[in-house]
Nanobody
Framework: QVQLVESGGGLVQPGGSLRLSCAAS????????VGWYRQAPGKERELVAA???????NYADSVKGRFTISRDNTKNTGYLQMNSLKFEDTAVYYC????????????????WGQGTQVTVSS
């Protein structure tokens, strides 16, 4: 069974930075894609960044140029570096691990971690 633990969230001022971590166990981490998602109050969960098993990143337009996704297969951990944070980045951030099509479509992702809260406020 996959276990996912997100960490690194917090309260930050606009323009600030945070680095999120996603520790995964129970999955073939190195052979799967990693996705970072966020869900703001009253909104649906959305994919903000994904990285393939070979390390190719993709980003939602709303975070492109500000967020950087990476992975460390030796630690079974994914990361999301968030710079130039904006008020609209406030959300609970989640990660997941799986085949790329599953990460992108969010279908078949039966397990989610507890997420980590990111609040951008002055």
């Amino acid at each position: 069974q996959v276990q996912l633990v997100e960490s690194g969230g917090g309260l930050v001022q606009p323009g600030g930075s945070l680095r999120l971590s996603c520790a995964a166990s129970g999955s073939k981490f190195s052979s799967n894609a990693v996705g970072w998602y966020r869900q703001a109050p009253g909104k649906e969960r959305e994919l903000v960044a994904a990285i393939t098993s070979s390390g190719s990143p993709n980003y939602a337009d709303s975070v492109k140029g500000r967020f950087t996704i990476s992975r460390d297969n030796t630690k079974n951990t994914g990361y999301l570096q968030m710079n130039s944070l904006k008020f609209e980045d406030t959300a609970v951030y989640y990660c997941n691990v799986g085949p790329l099509v599953t990460i992108v479509t969010m279908t078949g992702l039966g397990y989610w971690g507890q997420g980590t809260q990111v609040t951008v406020s002055s």
